[in-house]
């Protein structure tokens, strides 16, 4: 029986450490409790919470809180080559990108460090450093929330796109992911060091063939080096996306802004990174009140203590505008604005 709590703070469900309210508040552990839970509060209107680390609170939350805490590890596959590791929604997926280097298992290396918990990885198809979900992913399992009953869903089924899925669009509030299967490989690893500054600090540490570990340590000092710890300074991690723009407007642009860094993108479109563009325009290591632009990465909204989840909205609209004025590119939140 999982007992419900009223006006419950979330402060320390949330990374920004923004102060904010739930009318109600519950936690699972088990798949049977979630099915209770839902069982038992259907037509309620219900909040699915994680690790989050993807969300900017602007306001109390005026229903009923579930915090999915499902926790396990566990090959369900495997050969000689290659293992499918099944994790359990609840999982810090750093703390399994480790479990993964650890036993040798190769392809999540790229992505050490990334806020959150499991269940939200092919919400949001999330990447870093030349990988995506979608690289490694074989399916998820999900509730769904009128029904309670469990279904898996394949690749292709979630129709990933960049920082995209079918659970933000047309599944988005119908079902709760519950776990997550990856495929990893065991032996004749792929080893992606080309993107950001993965080869640079690799040869700084002097090394020359590296290892998974060798890659998950090198982005971990990368993104450490970058972005603040959220238990020492609120914050959700990369705030903004990239965008991707038409080849033909990346063109006119580079004439005037020739220093402008830029990644194809594949159809005659081109990958800006936001951070740059921010930079650009004055904001890094700026502050108004409590809510500022982290020091080290424009891309990065931070709460210095006591900032609202408005006035952290305020500055992310301050920083869109300014940028498509001085750019004309649209930026767009990759943090779930409440």
């Given at each position: 029986m999982c007992t419900i709590q009223h006006n419950y703070s979330l402060k320390n469900c949330n990374t920004f450490g923004i102060q904010a309210y739930a009318t109600e508040f519950t936690a699972v552990q088990t798949i049977d409790e979630l099915a209770q839970v839902l069982k038992e509060n259907q037509g309620k209107k219900l909040f699915i919470l994680g690790g989050g680390s993807n969300m900017l609170l602007t306001k109390n939350i005026d229903a009923l809180v579930i915090k999915i805490n499902l926790l396990g590890i566990e090959p369900i596959w495997?050969?000689?080559?290659?293992?499918?590791?099944?994790?359990?929604?609840?999982?810090?997926?750093?703390?399994?990108v480790q479990y993964c280097i650890e036993h040798n298992y190769g392809g999540v290396e790229n992505l050490s460090l990334i806020p959150g918990n499991v269940g939200a990885t092919p919400i949001q198809n999330i990447g870093?450093?030349?990988?995506?979900?979608?690289?490694?992913?074989?399916?998820?399992?999900?509730?769904?929330?009128?029904?309670?009953?469990?279904?898996?869903?394949?690749?292709?089924?979630?129709?990933?796109?960049?920082?995209?899925?079918?659970?933000?669009?047309?599944?988005?509030?119908?079902?709760?992911?519950?776990?997550?299967?990856y495929q990893l490989t065991k032996t004749n690893h792929t080893i992606n060091t080309a993107y950001g500054d993965i080869a640079a600090e690799l040869t700084e540490k002097g090394i020359t063939l590296p290892t998974i570990k060798d890659v998950g340590n090198a982005v971990t000092a990368i993104r450490q080096s970058k972005l603040p710890d959220p238990k020492e300074l609120g914050n959700s991690g990369s705030f903004f996306k990239n965008p991707v723009i038409p080849a033909s407007q990346f063109e006119k642009l580079h004439l005037l802004h020739p220093q402008m860094p830029h990644y194809s993108a594949g159809d005659n479109q081109v990958k800006v990174?936001?951070?740059?563009?921010i930079e650009q325009c004055g904001f890094k290591g700026s502050r108004f009140g409590d809510a500022g632009v982290h020091a080290k990465q424009a891309l990065v909204?931070?709460?210095?203590?006591?900032a609202t989840g408005h006035q952290l909205l305020q500055l992310s609209q301050k920083i869109q505008q300014t940028v498509f004025e001085k750019f004309g590119i649209a930026i767009e939140a990759e943090v779930n604005i409440i």
């Open positions: 495997e050969d000689n080559n290659t293992v499918h590791l099944k994790a359990m929604a609840g999982e810090n997926w750093h703390s399994f870093a450093y030349g990988r995506e979900i979608k690289d490694v992913f074989i399916c998820c399992e999900a509730m769904d929330i009128e029904t309670q009953q469990l279904k898996t869903f394949t690749k292709a089924d979630c129709a990933f796109g960049y920082r995209e899925s079918v659970f933000k669009g047309s599944l988005k509030g119908k079902y709760i992911i519950t776990s997550v299967t990174p936001a951070g740059w563009l909204l931070v709460n210095y203590g006591n």
